[in-house]
């Protein structure tokens, strides 16, 4: 069974920086074969997408709000995959989730459909005061 856990939130100051870490607990599920991807929900909002990475690192999306400030990577061999936040603003502040699509090796591009994304971790929070 596949776990993803996030870490990484925490509290910063408006144009501070924050690294975000998506981990698989399981080893059963090989996390380098299968896109990921970062969403989050702030209160009273939907959850939204982030950003997302192909299972080869070859393909990258970031939506529009983030591009430019965030960058999301993975390292394969850790079985991780990273977000770091820079330039962080008040409209930042949310849950932030990771998630992982359950086909292996996909040729298509990683979706931001959260529809998608099949596994999902619990979430870690970011805040950022003004």
């Known amino acids: 069974q596949v776990q993803l856990v996030e870490s990484g939130g925490g509290w910063v100051k408006a144009g501070g920086s924050l690294r975000l870490a998506c981990a698989n607990s399981?080893?059963?599920?090989?996390?380098?074969?299968?896109?990921m991807a970062w969403f989050r929900q702030a209160p009273g909002k939907e959850r939204e997408f982030v950003s997302a990475i192909s299972w080869s690192g070859g393909r990258i999306d970031y939506a529009d709000s983030v591009k430019g400030r965030f960058t999301i990577s993975r390292d394969n061999a850790k079985m991780t995959v990273y977000l770091q936040m820079d330039s962080l603003t008040p409209d930042d502040p949310a849950v932030y989730s990771c998630?992982?699509?359950?086909?292996?090796?996909?040729?298509?591009?990683?979706?931001?459909?959260?529809?998608?994304?099949?596994?999902w971790g619990q979430g870690t929070q970011v805040t950022v005061s003004s």
């Open positions: 399981r080893s059963s599920f090989n996390v380098y074969v299968h896109h």
């Open positions: 998630a992982a699509d359950h086909r292996p090796k996909i040729p298509a591009l990683p979706a931001s459909d959260r529809a998608e994304y099949e596994y």
